[in-house]
C-alpha cells in the first residue's frame, strides 16, 4: 500500500527565512507526488506535482520541491518565507494517473515577524 | 470560472439527524471524492465515484452515504449512525485518464458541528 509521512506536524519559522516542509513516501514503483496548501476554512489548492519530468518541480508562490529517489522524499522548499505563506500543507502520493491519492498527515506552517 | 462548489459552509446538526452536504462541479469532470478532515489526521476518504451511478466506499465509510445521479452532482449524507460527524468536509474531483495526471481540484469544505 502507498504511504506518505510529513515530519512535523507544527513549523515555525521567521519572515524572510527558509521554509523547509519535509515529505517521505513508500514506494516500490515511480510514482506522481503533489503538494497542495490549505489556507484557513478553505479547501485544498495544488502547489506543484511531480510526474516523473524534472526532478526539482517549480510550484506557485515561489515554492519547489525536488524528488529524490534514493532518499524517497519530496521535501517542500521557499528560500524566504513570507507572513501569507502561514498555512496548512499537505503531501500527497500515487501511483498511476488513475490509482487514488493518499494525503500525509499535514504540516501547519507558522511565520513569525 | 469552473470549479467546485459546497453548500452549506456551515452546517450545525442536532445528534439524532441525518444531514446532506452539497457538492456541485462545473468542470466536466467525470471523478468525485468525499474526504473528511480532522485536526492532525490529513485527509481521509470517505467515498468516491468515477462514473455516474456508480461509487465506491472509501476508507472511513461507515455512518455516511452518498449518490451520483449527475455527473455535475455527488452528495453526501451524513446519517445518525455517524458517531462523530463533527468535522470539515472536503469535496474533489478530477479528470479521468492519464492527462489529468491525477490532480485533484477541491471544494471550499463544509463545517458540521454535532450540537
Known amino acids: 500500500a502507498q504511504s506518505v509521512t510529513q515530519l512535523g506536524s507544527h513549523v515555525s519559522v521567521s519572515e524572510g527565512a527558509l521554509v523547509l516542509l519535509r515529505c517521505n513516501y513508500s514506494?516500490?514503483?515511480?510514482?506522481?507526488l503533489f503538494w497542495y496548501v490549505q489556507y484557513p476554512n478553505q479547501g485544498l489548492q495544488l502547489l506543484l506535482k511531480?510526474?516523473?519530468?524534472?526532478?526539482l518541480v517549480k510550484g506557485i508562490n515561489g515554492f519547489e520541491a525536488e524528488f529524490k529517489k534514493s532518499e524517497t522524499s519530496f521535501h517542500l522548499t521557499k528560500p524566504s518565507a513570507h507572513m501569507s505563506d502561514a498555512a496548512e500543507y499537505f503531501c500527497?502520493?500515487?501511483?498511476?494517473?488513475?490509482?487514488?491519492?493518499?494525503f500525509g498527515g499535514g504540516t501547519r506552517l507558522m511565520v513569525k515577524p | 470560472d469552473g470549479g467546485i462548489t459546497q453548500s452549506p459552509k456551515y452546517l450545525f446538526r442536532k445528534e439524532g439527524q441525518n444531514v446532506t452536504l452539497s457538492c456541485e462541479q462545473n468542470?466536466?469532470?467525470?471523478?468525485m471524492y468525499w474526504y473528511r478532515q480532522d485536526p492532525g489526521q490529513g485527509l481521509r476518504l470517505i467515498y468516491y465515484?468515477?462514473?455516474?451511478?456508480?461509487?465506491q466506499k472509501g476508507d472511513i465509510a461507515e455512518g455516511y452515504s452518498v449518490s451520483r445521479e449527475k455527473k455535475e452532482s455527488f452528495p453526501l449524507t451524513v446519517t445518525s449512525a455517524q458517531k462523530n460527524p463533527t468535522a470539515f468536509y472536503l469535496c474533489?474531483?478530477?479528470?479521468?485518464?492519464?492527462?489529468?495526471?491525477?490532480?485533484?481540484?477541491f471544494g471550499a469544505g463544509s463545517r458540521l458541528t454535532v450540537l
Open positions: 500527497a502520493v500515487s501511483y498511476n494517473a488513475g490509482n487514488m491519492l493518499t
Open positions: 514506494s516500490s514503483v515511480p510514482p506522481y
Open positions: 474533489a474531483s478530477k479528470t479521468s485518464g492519464a492527462s489529468g495526471a491525477n490532480v485533484l481540484t
Open positions: 511531480y510526474t516523473s519530468a524534472a526532478t
Open positions: 465515484s468515477q462514473i455516474v451511478n456508480d461509487f
Open positions: 468542470l466536466n469532470h467525470d471523478a
